[in-house]
């Protein structure tokens, strides 16, 4: 297990460097200048001049490209150009609020997807199953930004239940938190819950195809304890694969979700920077989401070992 | 199926205990405001965004301010008056008003402000205060400014982020994380793109007029969102309602919407003299450019496009405004004319790109502009791009026609000498006439309003002919507010005084 860990670092440390370069040259072949946007509506031609200057932009793409890694390795991630705001105290603000969600999405995607995959499964051809099926189908036919203003339009607005927009920390107000997260975290969750129930179903109908289960239904075990105990565990493995992979995936911010309730999370983060041509916030944004998603990678990995076995001496 | 049935009731016990637990207590002194966009830097000399001048109006007090009729009228300075060669502004100033950490507000930290305002290497202030010479502040209540020329803009300038004033102590820090001003509410915390929360500032001059002990501004950019979390109750006020949204809002009892034209324009700026693109009958004949402003309908196009709600402008100051030229109306669409002009400049058929920024309301702008001027014969091509890159391209002389518009300043000067004159840093398609700059600098430095006006009109009647923008449609600026909200002014520079404002 040590070994995978640091064979997995050490993969790591190339990965990011080429991810910071990409990063870096895809902006700059990027149209618009960030200090048109920024020198204001007035756009004065010496505002500019000095702004290129302080922020370095008239060296060569690569000696930029070498100061900012240079300063990274120290810890400094560099100034927002919109906001003046160092951009690691953007990203450490960011993060928690990203996390928070994720999790929370997460939860309810497994919540649903999982118990709605094994029953689909379980009931295979039967209403159940066709009712699963319609129910994924439209789970991830259903654009978020149009599910989460028409809920909002009704828990919020109609029945007013809950807060329609707006974060608040698990940790300050706990209550309140919940409330805020509900329909972000139902609306990115059940995107990903059909994604989820698919992949179960699939799992669970080959596992119970296999001749362990059709031996324990002849020694007359009863179908809850044969499905349960017997065949979810072995179906658990490319599930538990599937949802760390999706959370690293939900770390790079889920955008439009974002935007529809004002979540101050990465996705919003990083668009606006992207439209300001805000280099410094996006790599530094990209950074983190990279590592983030090769942490996760890595937890699959070891969750992988530690659900099956046979794995630990390989 | 036993789990299904438990996961049903924990679902229902969930929703239950929401239903109880969800109407929100509003805290009655806690003002909501939702704004468009998240501003950039809270730092009045290095911000850029209108939004950031929202957040000010609480933040910072300015030497002046300016009513709903463009009057300037006292904030921190209490009276003003130019030296008889135009070329020394002396102001007094309040002697009760502080900084939000206790120091005292005084000329000398109105000099060091003003100061800073015009040096600071990445100032934006340095082009609204280019003509001050030198800033002195004789006694503590007299503050003198010394002009390199007569400047009648400077009023106005002061009216806005060059005049406010930050405590002098914390001007070399990092004002922009954590701003020290002398307004009626204090900096408490900023979550980028999420929110801005102020704090009343019990020791500020005129605290008495300021009802809500705080503010939180919210970044909500969808503006369907935005309605809805004032429809919610999550809001209190919100600016910038969309035109389609109006109706609906209108007929909702638990809202009310106010409105007033704002100080900007909307148009299309044409390529005249920047570049090779200008090298097209649109960029050289005059005859082209008056069949184009011809061929488009402007009511139509605020109908299709605003609900009707935006009103149609043909000049770059606003309707209303008091030195809008009567000579020239709004002009009828008159397709016959139109065709009539471009067979005179002999090009029958003309075709010509027209850059929109890619959002849903610019590029159906575009689409009504094309689909008049088509039948006209001018054929209009769209190309969309984000707003960066169209920026870039149209300094850079890289467009034929960009549709762009400007929000507008209080001082006349803002809305039509920096796009029109040789040396503007808004003239984008280089339009030259020695004339035009002669009668546009001149108004700079005249006092008197109405023989200010006198050159505006003069230029006017040249620009009228020569078309290097053609002007569409102003916005009218919406605001929502919840109907318990009380004395909101509406005000044409679209920002939100927060004096008076209450809650029933």
């Not at chain 1, 928690?96 to 997807?113: E, N």
């Not at chain 2, 205990?17 to 003002?31: E, V």
């Amino acid at each position: 297990m040590t070994t995978l860990i640091l064979r997995r670092i050490l993969i790591a440390i190339p990965t990011l460097f080429l991810v910071s370069l990409m990063v870096f040259a895809l902006q700059r072949a990027l149209p618009g200048d960030p200090f048109l946007v920024i020198a204001g509506e007035e756009r004065d031609p010496e505002v500019i001049a000095r702004l290129r200057e302080i922020y370095r932009m008239d060296d060569p793409v690569v000696v930029q490209f070498f100061a900012w890694l240079g300063q990274v390795l120290q810890g400094d991630f560099g100034r927002s150009l919109r906001t003046g705001e160092p951009v690691l105290h953007l990203i450490l603000q960011k993060l928690p609020v990203t996390l928070q969600l994720a999790t929370a999405s997460i939860l309810v995607a497994v919540a649903i997807g999982i118990p709605v995959g094994i029953l689909a499964a379980r009931y295979k051809g039967s209403a159940v199953d066709y009712s699963a099926s319609a129910l994924a189908l439209s789970g991830l036919s259903i654009p978020n930004f149009w599910f989460g203003i028409m809920l909002i339009l009704l828990v919020s607005v109609h029945l007013k239940w809950l807060p329609a927009s707006g974060y608040e920390s698990i940790f300050v107000d706990p209550w309140e938190a919940i409330k805020r997260l509900i329909l972000p975290a139902f609306v990115l969750g059940n995107g990903l819950a059909a994604f989820l129930m698919r992949h179960t179903r699939s799992a669970m109908l080959e596992v119970l195809r296999s001749d362990y289960v059709r031996t324990a239904r002849a020694k007359g075990l009863d179908e809850d304890t044969v499905v349960h105990r017997h065949a979810l565990r072995n179906a658990l493995v490319p599930i538990i694969t599937l949802t760390t992979l999706l959370f690293g995936e939900l770390l790079a911010g889920a955008v439009l979700t974002e935007q529809v309730f004002t979540i101050p999370g990465f996705g919003k983060l990083i668009v606006d920077a992207v439209f300001n041509r805000d280099y410094g916030v996006v790599q530094g944004v990209v950074l983190c989401t990279a590592i983030g998603f090769i942490v996760m990678n890595l937890i699959a990995d070891i969750l992988y070992i530690v659900v099956n076995p046979r794995l630990r001496t390989g | 199926m036993k789990l299904a049935r438990i996961w049903v009731s924990a679902a229902a016990l969930a929703l239950a205990t929401l239903h109880f637990g969800a109407a929100k207590a509003q805290t009655p002194s806690t003002l909501r405001i939702g704004l468009q966009e998240d501003p950039d830097m809270l730092d009045p000399h290095k911000a850029r965004t209108f939004v950031g001048r929202i957040v000010f109006m609480g933040l910072c007090d300015k030497l002046l301010d300016i009513t709903a009729e463009l009057k300037p009228v006292p904030r921190l300075a209490t009276g003003w008056s130019f030296s008889p060669d135009g070329l020394t502004l002396t102001m007094k100033l309040r002697s009760d008003a502080r900084f939000h950490d206790g120091e005292p507000f005084n000329a000398e930290a109105a000099k060091a402000n003003l100061d800073r305002a015009r040096t600071l290497p990445d100032s934006l202030r340095k082009s609204e205060l280019a003509s001050v010479d030198s800033v002195e502040a004789p006694d503590a209540a007299t503050l003198v400014l010394k002009l390199k020329r007569p400047d009648a803009t400077l009023i106005s300038q002061l009216t806005d982020r060059a005049g406010m004033m930050l405590s002098p102590k914390t001007l070399s820090g990092d004002v922009g994380a954590k701003p020290v001003c002398s307004g009626p509410y204090k900096f408490v915390e900023r979550v980028q793109n999420d929110r801005i929360v102020l704090e009343k500032f019990k020791e500020h001059w005129e605290a008495d007029k300021y009802g809500f002990d705080r503010v939180i501004y919210r970044a909500i950019p969808d503006t369907t969102v935005r309605l809805a979390n004032l429809r919610s109750g999550e809001l209190d006020m919100l600016e910038r309602l969309a035109p389609t949204d109006v109706k609906s809002a209108q007929g909702d009892k638990a809202l009310k919407v106010l409105s007033m034209p704002n100080l900007g324009y909307q148009g299309i700026t044409i390529n005249t003299n920047n570049g090779e693109a200008a090298n097209q009958p649109m960029g050289k004949d005059k005859r082209v450019r008056q069949a184009f402003s011809l061929s488009i309908d402007r009511k139509v196009l605020s109908q299709v496009v605003f609900e009707g709600l935006y009103a149609p402008m043909n000049q770059p100051f606003n309707p209303g405004n008091a030195f809008v030229d009567s000579a020239f109306p709004v002009p009828e669409r008159d397709v016959v004319k139109a065709k009539a002009l471009l067979k005179e400049a002999g090009q029958p058929k003309v075709s010509v790109e027209l850059f929109v920024t890619n959002n849903p309301v610019d590029t159906q702008v575009g689409q009504v502009v094309q689909a008049m001027a088509q039948e006209a014969g001018i054929d209009v091509q769209l190309r969309s791009t984000e707003f960066a890159s169209q920026l870039r391209d149209q300094q850079q002389g890289k467009f034929q026609m960009s549709r762009i518009g400007w929000s507008g300043r209080t001082d006349p000067d803002g809305n039509i000498h920096p796009f029109v004159t040789s040396k503007g840093n808004q003239n984008d398609g280089k339009y030259a006439n020695p004339q035009v700059d002669k009668l546009l600098d001149e108004a700079r430095t005249i006092y008197d309003p109405a023989e200010r006006k006198k050159r505006y009109d003069a230029a006017q009647a040249i620009l009228q002919d020569e078309l290097p923008i053609v002007y569409l449609y102003n916005q009218t600026v919406f605001f929502a507010l919840r109907s318990n909200i009380d004395g909101f002014v509406i005000n044409p520079d679209g920002l939100i005084r927060l004096a008076g404002l209450k809650r029933k």
